[in-house]
């Protein structure tokens, strides 16, 4: 009997030992371990975050492991292997290198809903869908959706004014926040008008389904896999989100191909038909507007479009309503600072000049620097690279965590307090100590297109709401929960204001004028 359970133990230690040995061996394993960062066993990795007892938890896990590792700390589980990385010199070294384009892992869970769009491709594809997007982005293109800023903008108003003021413990917003981004991209995007604030909302709600998936997806490490996924976890639900979501988005770009193809027929006759001219004739010219007319010179195809829609959407609508609510809750917790804006917003005539408001715009950057809308990025290294005296292979995974870089006090001072003037006096015009040390939008190769439309977005429609209400705090900013699962959730208090400025339309200014 002893002979039998000792041979049995010394196999499942022989076992232990070449399993061990095989991982050291043929694994990142022996590199994550080499690198100083969590406590890592053989195969699980570094169990912190497995075993953490709940999401909130895990976040907390990380943020210790960013103050015990001031430049990056490695991560290993299942044979994954990522570094964790936040020093402004590291991300300078990685955004700048245009050998480091490519997504990480955990961009492909997006791939079912966004293909390989602008957002999630690479190489050679990511290069000519750049270059083909990037006039959809131009300054005379950005102009033309001031109108449906404001217009988005007045329904917000309206529809705060009908159910939001005055609540008895106040009001958190972000439903019609997230009505107001989501209408305004879809506008933005695909040409459609909309005239209620809850006219999207099954397509929202469908959205925010995947949104979730996705993210308890990120969680489970098995869950990488399609097919695991696929049978054993929620990717048949998935499908069935995502297409009902492309189902919608792909009627509207049929409707409108059938409108641009016979708009391209009557204007047939005429030499000059082309994108420049499209943007004379029209007021309001649509993302999708741009990707038919590459459609006609056979530079991308119906399923390119739909991937190029649904990215905008997806990257607009979510990443706007999160600056747009953080930035009211900071101007509702800092009266002195709301009254500052107040003040600028006054000496404004016109809407559109919201667009030269320098306070504005140093309050905006600095709600962004302090909760970024999008917290982390990851990228797959192209080739070897040495981050933070460490030699990382070609194909390392590599997490960029904006939010830490954010909150350091190598780059700012007093990072933690609520600043808006550190915009304005430091030496560089993004308020830091280093040029690569606030990356809201990242930078470089794949710094976000889309920059330019939100900044006016955000000064369109926070302007007006501080114009027509005063904000007032009810939750304390350090009771912001901050999980993954849960959105983060605060209330406030809105107050019509009684010395409400009036603007005048153009047209009102120019009678006023003769
Ligand atoms: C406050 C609002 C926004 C923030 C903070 C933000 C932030 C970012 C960041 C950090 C990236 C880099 C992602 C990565 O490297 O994986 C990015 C990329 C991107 N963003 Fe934005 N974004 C915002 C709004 C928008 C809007 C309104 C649009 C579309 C109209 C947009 C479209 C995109 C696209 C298409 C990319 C991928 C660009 C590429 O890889 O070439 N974003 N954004």
Request: hydrophobic share 35%; glycine share 4%.
């Amino acid at each position: 009997m002893i002979f039998v359970i000792s041979t049995v133990f010394c196999s499942i230690v022989t076992c232990f030992l070449i399993v061990d040995f095989c991982v050291r061996k043929f694994t990142t394993y022996g590199l994550a371990k080499s690198i100083p960062g969590p406590y890592m066993y053989p195969i699980i990795g570094a169990t912190n975050f497995l075993f953490s007892s709940s999401e909130n938890k895990t976040l907390e896990i990380a943020m210790k492991f960013c103050e015990a590792f001031p430049n990056g700390f490695p991560y290993w589980t299942f044979g994954f292997f990522i570094y964790h990385c936040y020093s402004a010199e590291s991300l300078e070294k990685i955004l700048t290198n245009p050998k480091h384009i490519e997504k990480s892992l955990s961009y492909k869970f997006l791939n079912s809903f966004l293909g390989t769009g602008l957002l999630t491709s690479t190489g050679e594809k990511w290069f000519n869908r750049r270059k083909l997007l990037t006039p959809a982005f131009h300054f005379s293109v950005l102009n033309g959706f001031q109108g449906t800023f404001n217009d988005q903008t007045s329904i917000l108003i309206s529809s705060i004014r009908e159910t939001e003021l005055n609540r008895s413990g106040g009001t958190h917003l972000q439903q019609l926040i997230s009505r107001f981004t989501l209408n305004t991209i879809c506008e933005s995007a695909m040409g459609v008008k909309l005239r209620r604030i809850d006219e999207l909302d099954d397509y929202r709600n469908q959205i925010n389904r995947i949104g979730k998936l996705h993210v308890e997806r990120i969680t489970i490490p098995w869950m990488v896999n399609d097919w695991v996924y696929n049978t054993f976890g929620k990717g048949k639900i998935e499908h069935q989100y995502v297409k009902e979501v492309h189902d919608f988005t792909g009627s509207i770009i049929d409707k409108k191909r059938k409108q641009f193809r016979s708009d391209n027929r009557k204007k047939d006759t005429s030499p000059t038909n082309d994108i420049d001219s499209d943007l004379e004739n029209k007021k309001r010219f649509a993302m999708l507007d741009t990707l038919l007319h590459a459609e006609e010179d056979h530079r991308i195809d119906a399923g390119g479009i739909q991937e190029e829609v649904d990215t905008f959407v997806f990257e607009g609508f979510d990443t706007t309503m999160t600056a747009i609510t953080f930035i009211l809750f900071m101007l509702a917790s800092h009266q002195d600072v709301q009254q500052r804006l107040y003040e600028e917003i006054h000496s404004v005539v016109h809407k559109d000049d919201y667009n030269h408001c320098k306070y504005l715009d140093c309050v905006i950057k600095e709600t962004i620097r302090l909760y970024p809308p999008v917290p982390f990025i990851g990228r797959v290294l192209g080739e070897e690279t040495e981050i933070d005296n460490v030699k990382l292979p070609a194909k390392t995974f590599v997490h960029i965590l904006i939010n830490v870089l954010h909150r350091d006090p190598r780059y700012f001072n007093d990072p933690e307090k609520f600043d808006p003037n550190r915009f304005l006096d430091s030496e560089f015009e993004n308020g830091a100590k280093h040029p690569f040390a606030y990356l809201p939008f990242s930078a470089s190769h794949r710094n976000c297109i889309g920059q330019k439309f939100a900044m006016m977005e955000l000064r369109t429609v926070v302007s007006e709401i501080v114009r027509n209400f005063v904000l007032k705090p009810i939750t304390r900013v350090d009771e912001i929960y901050f999980g993954l699962k849960i959105p983060f959730s605060f209330n406030l208090l809105l107050d019509e204001r009684t010395d409400n400025i009036i603007f005048l339309e153009r047209n009102e200014m120019r009678e006023l004028n003769k």
